[in-house]
């Protein structure tokens, strides 16, 4: 029988972030203050108690020049991460690596590999001390081969930056052209290249297929249970028939959303729900098309996949 691992995520980006239109500038948390009762709110679905969430919380140097410490968000929220941590979840870290000394300055994307290299190595010393993630996210999907080597270096285990077939506008970094949709071990000169086993394992945040109202066709997006349920009901189709037809017995699955898209407050738009209850629905239908297959499922952590697909990996080798 086909298993899969299933990992529910949360990137903790400020409201604003991840609109159609990005504003780097925004530091306002209102969304992930309203996701401190996430956990209380998913227990009203029996299917969705007690699953764990990964959060990748930002730590950087935008936090640091503009809040005053690059751990901001793990010392303002502290009994919160106190207490989803005994509740089994993990704490990942997410920089999003960019370069705005005063509030009224651009935040700019650092992409020169060695500038970017120093940065995580500088902000890691600086935060090791206040927490200790399990796992890596680099902030707007992107890596080069030195930011991925250094995060090796660090001691992660694994990262899941990646997003299969997405590429950046011009000028920006990403590009995850060809890039496997399961878990594998990037080359160290081509991360889209599944190579030889290293000791950091990527879990792409997966993709799929998904046409918004504003969309002349079906776009490649990272797979997200904080759209509408039409929306995400039409792309779970296609992957009920991926998983049927794939010639893998273990498959990994890293869902993805940010704390303003299900903020009631801001409203619905074209995309996003703007509800944790409709994120919620979205969840137990993709566990239901599961069950439909006769499929087994866990939800597990990214770092508890990771592990799961290691050991998965070694007995099909031994």
């Given amino acids: 029988m086909k298993r899969h691992a299933l990992c529910l ?19 306002h948390w209102e969304g992930l203050e309203n996701l401190h009762n996430l956990t209380d709110q998913m227990h009203a679905f029996s299917q969705l108690r007690d699953i764990p969430i990964t959060w990748f919380v930002r730590a950087d140097g935008q936090l640091e020049s503009i809040l005053g410490s690059a751990t901001y968000l793990i010392e303002t929220y502290s ?20 370069r705005q000394n005063r509030k009224e300055d651009a ?22 001390g206040a927490f200790h993630p399990g796992s890596f996210r680099h902030g707007e999907g992107w ?42 071990f990037p080359q160290f000169d081509d991360l889209c290249k599944s190579g030889a086993e290293r000791s950091l394992l990527e879990l792409p945040m997966n993709t799929w ?34 998983c049927r037809n794939s010639s893998c017995d273990f498959l990994v699955w890293v869902l993805i959303f940010h704390p303003d898209e299900v903020l009631a407050g801001r409203g619905p738009d074209a995309l ?38 290691r050991v998965h990996r070694r007995i099909l080798t031994a």
């Fill in 272 to 309: 996003h729900s703007r509800s944790v209850a409709e994120t919620c629905r979205n969840l137990i239908s993709m566990t239901e098309c599961l069950q439909r297959l006769e499929h087994g499922f866990e939800w597990a952590t990214v770092s508890q996949a990771a592990e799961q697909w």
């Fill in 209 to 242: 297929t998904l046409q918004a109202p504003y969309d002349s066709a079906p776009r490649v997006r990272y797979m997200n249970p904080a759209v509408h349920s039409d929306l995400f009901l039409s792309a779970l189709k296609g992957w009920e028939k991926a």
């Fill in 79 to 98: 009994n919160f991460w106190t207490r989803v941590e005994r509740q089994g979840h993990e704490i990942g870290w997410h920089p999003h690596l960019y």
């Fill in 9 to 27: 995520t949360v990137d903790t980006d400020p409201d604003g972030l991840s609109a159609r239109v990005p504003d780097r500038q925004s530091l």
């Fill in 143 to 184: 890596h080069t081969p030195e930011t991925y080597t250094t995060v090796e270096r660090l001691g992660f285990r694994c990262d899941s930056t990646a997003i299969p077939g997405r590429k950046g506008h011009e000028g920006h970094p990403m590009n995850w052209e060809g890039a496997p949709n399961q878990p594998y």
């Fill in 107 to 128: 935040a700019v994307v650092i992409t020169e590999p060695t500038e970017a290299q120093d940065e995580l190595v500088r902000l890691w010393e600086k935060i090791r």
